[in-house]
């Protein structure tokens, strides 16, 4: 057996370059995406000086004498709401009634909010503080201006950065292309719905991987099952070789004697070029895995992930194994491995030693001091999805004895990007 980290290690290496592919997106569809360069401001953002307030643009050397007992009264000579051009200027003794995000009128120097005035007649407004230069304005370019690197590449797309694309126009994006991924189940007992004949099961892995490929920000396509033939095998996975990414295959991959995914990966390689190793990793579930590049037909390289058909060890898998490879690809080198964290034991973890490390399911609170703490969520078999389904953290129990209650852990935490 390898230890987690070395197996975790040699896909990274063999992995193809990050941002190989890169595409031009709009920009309602680059949520979760990563840049492929950089952005580079063409112009000013605000694009013109305006008023962070309601209020009066005012010249502030009008207010130099204001206090609530000594109000100073100026002449309001119009009113300028947000979208409007001024259409005339602030002169001495006088004032203009403002709106958020209306443009500054010249001669204006700073705005009076009107929480600090009362009008005073038709023409009038009494002002009891003493305004500074440049108070509640916001200056042209104050946020973004002409040839700032607005964001670098590498930048993972969040709804503030597309706020800020929009308000420079920017309608498309260069952004790297999520991994196209080829999703396969294998066995002769597996059917996708419907009544089940003796001896058959319904998929629930192919659903749960493509929507872990979905949530990892990758596109995921559905290769169907295969039966448990070497020939089909071999040829769906040269099917998906080429017009994918990346192909996640469950079930196949111990040592049965119907275990043929391993065997047509090495074929493939063995004829078209690239790499296989099949590796029994120390960890408790998902101990086999096969793992390789193919050459597609078009000279891409794609790596290939063979999975355990157990449900659970086949989305263990893909967390530790899959899913890193996913987002580097993807462009999210800083983001692409799940957080690790110290989290409290609720409960006593307790195991025997057999040189893997266990990777509990379990369900992590706040605890009633604030701390992080976690339990186990269901019946730990690596073939009962439920306890999954019902986790959002795997705990790294170390080989030996395991902890105590009270004691902390390593907790990777499955509910954050």
């Avoid at 949530?215 to 396509?221: D, K, S």
């Avoid at 033939?229 to 996640?248: F, N, P, T, W, Y």
């Avoid at 990793?281 to 590049?293: E, N, Q, S, Y």
Wanted: proline residues 6%; negative net charge; charged residues 20%.
């Amino acid at each position: 057996m390898i230890s987690l980290a070395d197996a975790q290690a040699r896909i990274r290496a063999a992995l193809p370059p990050v941002g190989a592919r890169t595409e031009r997106v709009e920009l309602a569809a680059a949520l979760g995406l990563v840049l492929a360069g950089d952005v580079v401001a063409a112009e000013s953002v605000p694009p013109f000086a305006n008023t962070a307030m309601d209020g009066y643009a005012v010249q502030a050397g009008d207010t130099l004498t204001a206090s609530p007992e000594t109000p100073v009264r100026l002449h309001v000579v119009g009113e300028l709401p947000a979208g409007t051009a001024p259409s005339r200027s602030v002169g001495r003794g006088e004032a203009i009634r403002i709106m958020t995000g209306a443009p500054m009128p010249e001669g204006a120097d700073a705005v009076v909010m009107v929480e600090r005035t009362q009008r005073d007649g038709d023409d009038g407004v009494l002002i009891d503080v003493m305004a500074a230069v440049g108070e509640h304005v916001r200056p042209a370019g104050g946020d973004v201006a002409p040839g700032d690197v607005v964001f670098a590449a590498g930048t993972v797309l969040h709804p503030a950065h597309l706020g800020v694309l929009a308000s420079l126009d920017h309608q498309q994006v260069v952004v790297c292309a999520p991994a196209r991924v080829a999703v396969l189940s294998t066995g002769d007992e597996l059917v996708a719905h419907g009544p089940l004949a003796p001896g058959k099961i319904r998929d629930a892995n192919r659903p749960m991987l493509g929507a872990l490929v979905t949530e990892a920000g990758a596109l995921p396509v559905d290769f169907g099952i295969a039966r448990d033939d070497e020939a089909l095998i071999r040829a769906r996975i040269a099917e998906a070789v080429d017009s994918c990414d990346v192909l996640l295959t469950s079930g196949a991959v111990s040592v049965g004697d119907y275990d043929f995914v391993k065997v047509a990966i090495e074929a493939l390689v063995a004829e078209r070029g690239g790499s296989y190793e099949w590796q029994q990793v120390a960890i408790k579930p998902a101990k086999p895995l096969a793992f390789g590049t193919v050459r597609a037909a078009d000279g891409r390289t794609v790596a290939v992930f063979g999975l355990p058909g157990n449900p659970v060890s086949s989305h263990v898998s893909f967390e530790l194994f899959a899913r890193p490879a996913l987002r580097a690809i993807g462009g999210h080198g800083a983001t692409a491995e799940r957080p690790v964290v110290s989290v409290r034991a609720a409960e006593a973890f307790r195991r025997r030693p057999d040189g893997k490390l266990h990777l509990d399911r379990v369900t992590v609170t706040v605890g009633a001091d604030g701390v992080l703490e976690c339990r186990r969520s269901g019946f730990q078999a690596s073939n009962v999805l439920s306890g999954m389904a019902n986790a959002n953290g795997l705990a790294m129990v170390a080989d030996g004895d395991g902890v105590e209650a009270g004691a902390t852990l390593p907790v990777m935490l499955l509910d954050t990007p």
